[in-house]
């Protein structure tokens, strides 16, 4: 019979890389702790309406990426694409943002998108998202672009690009929309089959098309500043004095757009130079329409997602330090068969003290249980003449010193040399 392997485009995280993801992990938690922003746990799966609405019916996640299926019930259910629509959706259910109140949510976890699989790309892939909700003004923008910096700045990532855009809010915008429509309309010919299809519907996303010819074309296209509003115009002024007050270094470019329909204002990625065309780390924005989109009244905000398969991978890539990998300090090891329960017995009374330990559950002999506790601080060795003295041979395998200590006291020694 043929063996079953994962789908296509998933992939399983083993402990040879799973410690490396707790590590990140551990540190967005400390990060956002120190940021003010608490952590939420939501559904993987919500009503497709909620990403229909929310993300945009044109956008490429709708139309072409969402694992969409009807359940038992009969109910249209996805799997979710992104973290945002979700969030919005909990904080209007559950009153987070009501009386003008704000919340400052972080979570992680997995999101499904049907993309063609490539490196640091999968279509069950995992992100980390903060997001700031209830606060209109630029200085929550600010924060949300601090706290992914210090983010990758805590886990040693070098070589990082900011690039901001504001794209409008749904006053300016579709101005805007026109003046490229004209534009692009005039220069068909150098488009390719999406960006043609994008014209009628979604012409901003043709401005970060990767094809050559259509980058050739958006570089002339009109610039969003020009056709800014006033309130738009001041809030990304703001942004940006707000970055270079806290020290940040950013470029601006008119043709990051992003592949959501929900951006408004300010748009922004960080890029890695050692990830090649499949650069961003991170990227988001502020996005005041989500909430009426999808039937929860006024609610701007403002967040950020990050990509812990592309981040695990760059941190690689950098050769970052992923602090000490987590093993057991002590293994316990029978000399004969006859001490095997006495040796499970002191293996878990070391466990009870807050002593992470092991010991042989395999029935393996004296050597092989030397071999395994070769990466551990300390070996406890028990055979006949221990157990009829009430000790244990204290092996310190970092320097080969041996002592015997009475059993009931194995805890608080070896307690008190790690
Ligand atoms: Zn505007
Ligand atoms: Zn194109």
């Known amino acids: 019979m043929t063996a079953i392997t994962a789908p296509r485009g998933t992939r399983d995280i083993l402990p040879a890389?799973?410690?490396?993801?707790?590590?990140?992990i551990s540190t967005a938690s400390r990060t956002m702790r120190d940021f003010g922003f608490?952590?939420?746990?939501?559904?993987?799966?919500?009503?497709?309406?909620?990403?229909?609405?929310?993300?945009?019916e044109t956008t490429d996640i709708v139309e072409k990426e969402m694992y969409t299926f009807t359940d038992r019930?009969?109910?249209?259910?996805?799997?979710?694409?992104?973290?945002?629509?979700?969030?919005?959706?909990?904080?209007?259910?559950?009153?987070?943002c009501a009386q003008g109140a704000s919340a400052k949510l972080w979570?992680?976890?997995?999101?499904?998108?049907?993309?063609?699989?490539?490196?640091g790309r999968y279509r069950q892939f995992y992100q980390i998202d903060a997001e700031c909700l209830g606060i209109a003004g630029p200085m929550a923008d600010v924060e949300v672009i601090a706290l992914s910096l210090e983010l990758f700045r805590r886990l040693g990532l070098k070589n990082l690009e900011v690039v901001i855009n504001s794209v409008g809010c749904e006053k300016c915008r579709p101005v805007y929309r026109q003046k490229l429509v004209e534009y692009f309309s005039s220069h068909?010919?150098?488009?390719?089959?999406?960006?043609?299809?994008?014209?009628?519907?979604?012409?901003?996303?043709?401005?970060?098309?990767?094809?050559?010819?259509?980058?050739?074309?958006?570089?002339?296209?009109?610039?969003?500043?020009?056709?800014?509003?006033?309130?738009?115009?001041?809030?990304?002024?703001?942004?940006?004095a707000g970055l270079e007050r806290l020290g940040f270094t950013y470029t601006v470019s008119k043709r990051l757009v992003r592949g959501l329909?929900?951006?408004?204002?300010?748009?922004?990625?960080?890029?890695?130079?050692?990830?090649?065309?499949?650069?961003?780390?991170?990227?988001?924005?502020?996005?005041?329409?989500?909430?009426?989109?999808?039937g929860g009244g006024k609610i701007p905000g403002v967040g950020f997602a990050c990509g812990l398969d592309r981040v695990a991978l760059v941190m690689e890539e950098q050769g970052c330090s992923f602090g000490e990998r987590p093993g057991v300090a002590v293994y316990?090891?029978?000399?004969?068969?006859?001490?095997r329960g006495t040796v499970q017995a002191l293996t878990h009374s070391l466990r009870m003290a807050g002593i992470s330990a092991e010991c042989d559950t395999a029935g393996r002999g004296f050597k092989a249980q030397m071999r395994a506790a070769g990466s551990c601080r300390f070996a406890c060795i028990v055979g006949a003449d221990e157990r009829a003295g009430g000790t244990v041979a204290v092996k310190n395998l970092a320097d080969g010193s041996q002592v015997s200590v009475k059993a009931c006291d194995v805890a608080g020694y070896i307690g008190g040399k790690l």
């Open 17 to 24: 890389e799973s410690w490396k993801w707790s590590y990140i």
């Open 332 to 339: 316990c090891v029978a000399m004969d068969d006859e001490s």
């Open 261 to 294: 329909d929900y951006y408004t204002k300010t748009a922004y990625e960080i890029l890695s130079g050692d990830l090649g065309a499949q650069n961003a780390v991170a990227g988001g924005g502020r996005y005041d329409n989500l909430s009426s989109a999808i």
């Open 188 to 240: 068909k010919s150098e488009l390719c089959g999406t960006c043609l299809d994008r014209l009628g519907r979604n012409p901003l996303r043709i401005l970060d098309c990767k094809n050559e010819s259509c980058g050739h074309v958006a570089d002339g296209a009109p610039d969003i500043f020009d056709s800014l509003c006033d309130e738009c115009r001041e809030h990304f002024a703001e942004v940006r």
């Open 38 to 56: 608490s952590e939420i746990h939501l559904p993987i799966f919500e009503h497709t309406e909620l990403f229909s609405r929310g993300v945009g």
């Open 107 to 119: 979570s992680w976890g997995p999101m499904f998108r049907h993309e063609r699989p490539q490196k």
């Open 73 to 96: 019930g009969g109910r249209s259910i996805t799997l979710r694409p992104e973290a945002t629509a979700g969030v919005m959706r909990a904080a209007i259910e559950n009153n987070l």
